[in-house]
C-alpha cells in the first residue's frame, strides 16, 4: 500500500520488521490498554529487545546509529498500529538528539549507553500551564546557589512520559534581565527516579502530580512536572555550564524541528491505518445489494485519502532527509507537520464516516483513532503557529 519511496535494504528491512511487530503485538492489544488507559508495559519491553529506543544513538554508545530518514519510517509503522506507543519513544528520541549534538563528551558518555537500551528513559519539557506555544514567556526558572549547584523553581505542563522517564530535558529562565526573553534561556538535564510521583533524596523538590486525563492519547502518561527546590548541578547543563548556559531556547527550537517530522510521521501512520480499515470495512459492508466500495460517493473518499497519505508521506520523507543532509529544514519540517497532521485528521474521519454507526462503537478500532487524531493538530505547535512560523519563513527566504 505504501508510496514508493527509494528506500535502502537495510530500511527496507527495518520497517518490515516495525510492521510485523505492529501487526502481530501492538494491534491485537491497543484496545486494551486504551480502554483501560494502561500503560503497556509488555509492548514496551518489547521494543527494548528490538532495540527502538536507540535507533538514532550512535554505535559507540550501544545503539543503531540510524538517521532521522529512517527513525520516521519507524515512527510510521508504530503509529499506524497505535500513536501513544509512538509517543513512548518520541520524547526519548528528542533527549538523545539533544545530547548528541549539544551534550559534552561526559554527558554522552553518562547517559547515551543506557538511553540506547532503554534502562533509562527521556522526556523533555517546555510547555508551561498558563503558556502554549509561546516559549519566550516561560516562567519556571533557576538561580545559581552558593556551591554552584542551581535551585529550579516552577510549573511545567504536558510532558509525555513525565512519570516513567528518568531524565527531562526542561527549558528554564535561568536570565531574568536578558534583554531578549530567549537569550536567557537554559536547557537542564533534571534526573529523577523513574514511575515515582514523589522525589525524595537526591532528587527531591520535584514532584509528578497525577496524570492528566485525556480524551485519546491513552497508555502513554501526560503529567504536570512540579519543581519545588529542585538542586541541579551545573555540569547538569546541556553541553556544561560554560557551554550551555542561556543557550537553551536555540537548543530546544533546532530540537522541535525533529519533533515536527516525528508528528508528521505519526500522522501519515494514522492517516494509513484509517485508509486500511476503510478499504476492508467498504468492500465487506454491504447495501443496495453490492459492497459499499463500489458506490462512487465512497470510492471518492477513498480516492481522497490515498492521495493525502502519499502527499503526506513524500513531505515528510523530504523534511527528514533535508536534516539528515544538514539543510535547513525549518520550513519543510513545518509543511510535513502541517499537511501530514491535518491528513491524519482528514483520513480518519472519512473512515469513521464509511464505518456509519459501527464507527462509533468501541468494538471497532476507528473509535480509538478517531479519539487519538486530534492531538496531533495541537502536538509540537498547533496548526496555526505551523501556518505563522511557514508563512514567516517563507519572507525571510524571499527577502525583497
Known amino acids: 500500500m505504501a508510496v514508493a519511496i527509494d528506500k535502502t535494504d537495510e530500511q527496507k528491512a527495518i520497517c518490515e520488521m516495525v510492521r510485523q511487530f505492529a501487526d502481530e503485538q501492538i494491534l491485537p492489544n491497543a484496545e486494551h490498554y486504551d480502554h483501560a488507559d494502561e500503560f503497556p508495559e509488555p509492548i514496551v519491553e518489547q521494543m527494548k529487545e528490538l532495540g527502538l529506543f536507540g535507533v538514532t544513538i550512535p ?15 519507524i515512527v510510521e509503522e508504530l503509529s499506524r498500529g497505535w500513536i501513544s506507543i509512538s509517543g513512548v519513544i518520541n520524547t526519548h528520541f528528542i533527549g538523545s538528539y539533544l545530547l548528541m549534538k549539544f551534550g559534552n563528551d561526559e554527558q554522552k558518555q553518562k547517559y547515551l549507553p543506557r538511553m540506547a537500551t532503554g ?13 502554549g506555544s509561546d516559549v519566550a514567556a516561560i516562567k519556571t526558572a533557576a538561580k545559581k546557589l ?9 510549573q511545567k505542563m504536558w510532558v509525555t512520559n513525565g512519570l516513567r522517564s528518568d531524565l527531562v530535558f526542561v527549558l528554564v529562565k535561568t536570565d531574568p534581565n536578558a534583554e531578549k526573553a530567549h537569550r536567557g534561556m537554559t536547557c537542564f538535564i533534571a534526573e529523577k527516579e523513574g514511575g515515582v510521583a514523589e522525589n525524595t533524596g537526591d532528587f527531591r523538590g520535584l514532584i509528578v502530580p497525577p496524570q492528566l486525563k485525556k480524551m485519546g492519547y491513552k497508555g502513554v502518561e501526560s ?9 541541579c548541578p551545573a555540569e547538569n547543563i546541556l553541553g556544561g555550564e560554560a557551554a550551555g548556559l542561556n543557550k537553551g531556547f536555540a537548543q530546544m527550537m533546532d530540537a522541535l524541528e525533529l519533533g515536527r517530522v516525528n508528528v508528521a510521521a505519526r500522522g501519515v501512520g494514522i492517516a494509513q491505518r484509517a485508509l486500511e480499515l476503510a478499504l476492508r470495512y467498504s468492500q465487506e459492508r454491504k447495501t443496495f445489494g453490492k459492497p459499499i466500495a463500489q458506490h462512487q460517493a465512497i470510492q471518492f473518499k477513498l480516492a481522497d485519502m490515498a492521495t493525502q497519505v502519499d502527499a503526506a508521506r513524500l513531505l515528510t520523507n523530504r ?12 520550513i519543510e519540517a513545518g509543511m510535513a507537520k502541517l499537511f501530514a497532521s491535518e491528513a491524519g485528521r482528514f483520513c480518519v474521519e472519512e473512515s469513521f464516516r464509511i464505518h456509519g454507526g459501527y464507527g462509533y462503537s468501541k468494538e471497532y478500532e476507528i473509535e480509538r483513532l478517531y479519539r487519538d487524531a486530534p492531538l496531533l493538530l495541537i502536538g509540537e505547535g498547533t496548526s496555526e503557529i505551523q501556518r505563522m512560523v511557514i508563512g514567516k519563513k517563507l519572507l525571510e527566504r524571499h527577502k525583497i
Do not use: C, H, W
Not at 319 to 330: H, L, W, Y
Open 59 to 73: 554505535e559507540e554508545y550501544g545503539g543503531m546509529g540510524l538517521d532521522l530518514t529512517t527513525y520516521a519510517m
Open 119 to 131: 534502562e533509562i528513559r527521556a522526556a523533555f519539557s517546555l510547555s508551561e500551564p498558563e503558556l
Open 146 to 154: 552558593d556551591d554552584g549547584a542551581y535551585e529550579i523553581n516552577g
Open 223 to 231: 503529567t504536570e512536572l512540579v519543581f519545588d527546590g529542585y538542586r
Open 319 to 330: 523534511a527528514a532527509r533535508m536534516k539528515d543532509a544538514g539543510e535547513r529544514s525549518d
